[in-house]
């Protein structure tokens, strides 16, 4: 079961990357009804891709350790058990870095905002929530519910070509 989540979650995080709708990558995101969008969607497509270029480098690190971790085994296995602590305290580490970026850029579009701070808040979760031993359904679930979040700020930042 556990495989199971993780493969569909990472099926979610492949089809968002290898979309090929026949959008222009170059073109300004949704403004998701904000006023400043509204009034000077340039402005809020600078900010996005000022936002994006940003945040690409924490989040292609934190893809990379996540990816590790996941590959140290099953939920449950010694070698994962071994790898926690340390896959903990960097996602604590991340999310503020994060977090840091997103307060620096103000004037973004809302949904990117939004998502992205679900997104953090949904690895704080699951960082500050797991324990060693095999997955429970709310960690499984919180992972699954980061990797939607994690949908928003990506398919934003690689409209704007400013993906990782």
């Given amino acids: 079961m556990a495989i199971a989540v993780v493969l569909s979650a990472s099926a979610l995080v492949v089809a968002l990357t ?14 998701g009804g904000s006023t400043i969008a509204a009034t000077d969607p340039a402005a809020t497509e600078a900010a996005d891709r000022a ?13 990379k350790v996540s990816r590790a971790w996941f590959s140290q085994g099953e939920p449950g296995s010694d070698a994962r058990n071994a790898g926690l602590p340390e896959f903990i305290d960097h ?30 808040d949904d690895m704080w979760l699951f960082v500050n929530n797991i ?3 095999p997955s ?13 979040a994690y949908g928003g700020p990506q398919s934003i930042c690689d409209a704007l070509g400013a993906g990782w």
């Avoid at 290898?18 to 990558?25: M, T, V």
């Avoid at 936002?51 to 893809?63: Q, S, V, Y």
């Avoid at 359904?137 to 939607?148: C, I, L, S, T």
Wanted: charged share 25%; glycine share 10%; hydrophobic share 35%.
């Fill in 18 to 31: 290898a979309r090929s709708g026949g959008e222009d990558p170059g073109a300004a995101a949704p403004s």
């Fill in 51 to 63: 936002f994006c270029t940003d945040i690409g480098p924490l989040m292609r690190e934190h893809n």
């Fill in 91 to 120: 996602t604590e580490r991340w999310v503020a870095s994060a977090e840091n970026v997103v307060e620096q850029h103000p004037g973004v579009q809302p949904r990117l905002k939004r998502t992205t701070q679900r997104y953090l």
């Fill in 131 to 133: 324990v060693p031993g």
């Fill in 136 to 148: 429970e359904d709310y960690d499984k679930a919180a992972w699954v519910d980061g990797m939607v």
